[in-house]
C-alpha cells in the first residue's frame, strides 16, 4: 500500500479531533487484524481458513496507514511504537473488535459488520477535504469491497441454508453482537468540527447509513438485526474503556516486538 508522504498544513482546531479519529480507526483494524488472524489453521473449510488469513494481513495494513498519518501530519511516534507500546487503557477501538474469535458464527457476523462499516466510512472519507486522507481512504476502499464480497456470500449461503441450525445459530449471533456493533459509532470527541470542516461526518451519520445498508444485506439473507431503538450501544472503547480480552491480545500480539523493541526485522 502506498501511504502519502507529503506533509500538509492542519490547523490547531482540528488537530486533536483528527487524532482521536485516525486513532481509532487504526486502532480498530490493528485488534480486528490480529483477532481474524487466530483463524488461520482454524477455518471451517480450507477457502475460510485463506479468506480471514488474507483480510487479517489487510486490516494490519490498513492500521499502518493510519498510524502512518497520525505520525506523519500530527507527530505521533513511530507505527510500531504507538502500535506496541501502549497499555489497553490507552486504546480507543470499539469494543466489538477485542472479543476472542468464537465460533465462525461469531466470528462472520463481526466480520459482516465491521467491514460494513469500514467501506462506508472509507467511501466518505475519500472525499475528505484532508488529503492524505481522502488518499488513503481511496486505497482502502478497493480492499474492504472485496471483504463484504466474502461477507456478504457467506452470511447468504448460512441464512438462506436449509439447515436450522445454522440459520438459527446466525440469527443468534446478530443479536448478541449488535449491541456491540452499535458502540463502533460512540460519539467522538471534536466529531462536530471535522464534520463542519468536511473531514469526516459525525458517527450518527455513518450510523444512519450502516443501519440501512445492514437491512438491505440481511433481508436477502433471510436474517433480520433487533429494533436499534431498543437495544443499548455499548460504548466505552474510544475513551479507553474496554473489556477483559483487550490486554492478552495486546501482550500476545506485543511480545515479540517488546523482546527488543530496536530489533530491525
Known amino acids: 500500500m502506498n501511504i502519502p508522504h507529503k506533509s500538509v498544513p492542519i490547523a490547531d482546531l482540528h488537530r486533536e479531533p483528527l487524532r482521536h479519529l485516525l486513532t481509532a480507526l487504526a486502532d480498530d483494524h490493528l485488534i480486528l487484524g490480529h483477532r481474524h488472524s487466530e483463524w488461520t489453521g482454524l477455518g471451517p473449510i480450507l477457502e475460510e481458513d485463506i479468506a480471514f488469513s488474507s483480510i487479517a494481513q489487510d486490516q494490519m495494513g490498513h492500521a499502518l496507514g493510519f498510524y502512518t498519518l497520525l505520525h506523519e501530519h500530527l507527530g505521533a511516534p513511530d507505527p510500531d511504537i504507538h502500535a506496541f507500546t501502549r497499555q489497553g487503557t490507552e486504546f480507543s477501538c470499539c469494543q466489538l473488535v477485542e472479543w476472542p474469535i468464537g465460533d465462525y458464527d461469531f466470528s462472520l457476523t463481526r466480520h459482516l459488520f465491521f467491514d460494513l462499516a469500514a467501506g ?129 491480545l495486546l501482550n500476545e500480539m506485543t511480545e515479540v516486538f517488546r523482546l527488543d523493541p530496536q530489533a530491525e526485522w
Open 120 to 248: 462506508l466510512r472509507m467511501e466518505t472519507l475519500s472525499l475528505s477535504s484532508f488529503t492524505p486522507l481522502a488518499q488513503l481512504a481511496t486505497k482502502i476502499r478497493g480492499e474492504v469491497k472485496y471483504h463484504m464480497f466474502h461477507a456478504k456470500t457467506m452470511v447468504s449461503q448460512l441464512g438462506n441454508s436449509n439447515d436450522e441450525t445454522a440459520r438459527a445459530r446466525m440469527q443468534t449471533a446478530i443479536n448478541r453482537q449488535f449491541g456491540l456493533a452499535l458502540g463502533m459509532f460512540e460519539p467522538r470527541l471534536g466529531e462536530q468540527i471535522l464534520d463542519d470542516a468536511h473531514i469526516a461526518p459525525i458517527e450518527s451519520k455513518w450510523r444512519e447509513r450502516w443501519l440501512e445498508a445492514l437491512n438491505a444485506v440481511l433481508d436477502g439473507s433471510g436474517l433480520h438485526i433487533p429494533d436499534p431503538d431498543r437495544i443499548e450501544p455499548v460504548y466505552g472503547g474510544r475513551n479507553g474503556y474496554h473489556t477483559e480480552y483487550l490486554q492478552p
